[in-house]
């Protein structure tokens, strides 16, 4: 189903805020980042390159087609638009979009590690599977290529050496899955570091996902099991964290 279309009023005061959110949280520091939200069928409202996401004023916003073109705005889009563009024609129901690096979740992105197993029921019924996608050059064509095959499955997904990124119906529920992701790596990092990481067993996940009146079930699963059949990262997952109990091994000499 294709999203309902906010105003530019409402989109640009959305992404002032949430660029905001994300500055003032540690997301996103000095011009990184990029937003955009869907405003029509062949409009995208999005914020500009080399500008700081946390100071942003609705009057700074870029409005581009669904092929880059630029038809409003001061200033040139994120140099990141191509990935966003990309990521609209793939999931025609997505409305928004956030790029951000997150700085905990973008360290497992640097290590090489998903986040992938099945740990918190809150992260698996809002989230599901964090994967990560292979390297691209940023602002090229490279990037949303590589990008694509996971964002059919995932709304949320970490970019090797590079972020994050998470989709939503609106910027809002973008956002929160951001907030999710970074809030999810503190905790699998941590509990790591403590010792290990115990992921629930397939059958509690089979509950969780057959809760009467639960949200629906998120797009990807950790791929750990045979619980999840949307998920597209099967036999990737670093299992009950063996992967990031190599990487915080290394940091610490063990």
């Given at each position: ?38 405003i029509a069928p ?16 609705p009057w700074d ?104 990124v998470t989709l ?87």
């Amino acid at each position: 189903m294709m999203p309902s279309y906010p105003t530019g009023t409402e989109a640009a005061d959305a992404i002032v805020d949430v660029g905001r959110l994300l500055y003032e949280k540690n997301l996103i520091v000095a011009t990184e980042g990029n937003l955009s939200i869907r405003i029509a069928p062949n409009r995208i409202l999005t914020t500009p390159s080399g500008r700081c996401k946390g100071r942003l004023r609705p009057w700074d916003l870029i409005t581009v087609t669904n092929d880059g073109g630029k038809v409003g705005g001061r200033g040139n889009a994120s140099s990141e638009i191509l990935l966003h563009l990309s990521l609209y024609r793939e999931r025609p129901e997505v409305g928004a979009v956030a790029h951000a690096h997150p700085p905990t979740a973008t360290g497992f992105a640097v290590a090489g590690v998903p986040l992938a197993d099945c740990v918190l029921p809150e992260v698996i019924l809002t989230v599901g599977s964090v994967p990560l996608t292979p390297y691209g050059t940023p602002s090229t064509d490279e990037l949303p290529e590589r990008v694509l095959p996971t964002a059919r499955k995932h709304d949320a997904f970490l970019l090797k050496n590079h972020g994050a990124v998470t989709l939503g119906k609106d910027l809002w529920q973008a956002f929160h899955r951001m907030e999710m992701v970074e809030s999810f790596a503190k905790i699998v990092f941590t509990a790591q570091s403590l010792g290990r990481v115990q992921a629930l067993e397939p059958a509690d996940v089979q509950k969780l996902l057959q809760l009467e009146n639960g949200p629906e079930p998120p797009r990807g699963g950790c791929g750990n099991c045979s619980v999840c059949t949307r998920c597209s990262n099967k036999k990737t997952s670093p299992g009950k964290g063996t992967a990031v109990g190599e990487v915080i091994d290394r940091i610490a000499g063990r």
